[in-house]
């Protein structure tokens, strides 16, 4: 008779279980957009003439710079993310949950290009090394950097628009 028992609240505790089961839900995350924080030009250092100029968004804060472009769709053509750091040190950038192919561009703090990581691929957590001390780092759509003709030692210099608060 124990043996039933012991049996029956099993079975019991089981039934009650499964039908306290819910369905699972499903998590959806808005979608990030870019958000047009200043902007930023590009100079050939040789000629001082323009290269480029680009619609920035920046990461400063932690979590911007934790964070980056990771969950985006795109980015368009005229658009890069600006990492600035307060100090000008060695940097190690991924592409953790990154979702399309970017060329990362290694400044330093005279905002002059010291290095590249070219063509990055999404979703790929490997090492991405200035491999020269940086203090900025402008992300921007893979193949941009060969497309421009850039070249260690062009220089850039950007502004941010001022923010109400």
């Known amino acids: 008779m124990k043996l039933f028992k012991t049996a029956f609240l099993l079975l019991s505790f ?3 279980i499964v ?16 958000t047009k924080e200043g902007e930023l030009t590009l100079y ?21 710079i934790e ?3 990771m969950y985006r769709e795109s980015m368009k053509k005229n658009q890069g ?3 600035v ?19 990362l561009i290694f ?7 010291v290095s590249f990581q070219e063509n990055a691929q999404p979703f790929n957590e490997a090492s991405l ?6 203090q900025f780092v402008l992300e921007v759509n893979a193949g941009l950097a060969e497309e421009w003709l850039l070249e260690v030692g062009d220089k850039m210099d950007y502004f941010v628009y001022k923010i109400e608060e």
Do not use: W
């Not at 750091?85 to 060329?103: Q, V």
């Not at 400044?107 to 290009?113: T, V």
């Open 14 to 16: 089981s039934l009650t």
């Open 19 to 34: 039908a306290c089961k819910s369905e699972p839900k499903s998590i959806t995350t808005p979608e990030v957009t870019f």
């Open 44 to 64: 050939k250092s040789t000629v001082d003439t323009i290269i480029t100029k680009l619609s920035i968004e920046i990461a400063q804060t932690p979590f911007e």
């Open 67 to 69: 964070t980056g472009l």
């Open 81 to 83: 993310m600006l990492f």
């Open 85 to 103: 750091f307060n100090e000008i040190r060695e940097r190690n950038f991924y592409m953790k949950n990154t979702r399309f192919p970017l060329d």
């Open 107 to 113: 400044l330093d703090h005279n905002k002059k290009i």
């Open 129 to 134: 090394p200035s491999n020269a001390l940086a």
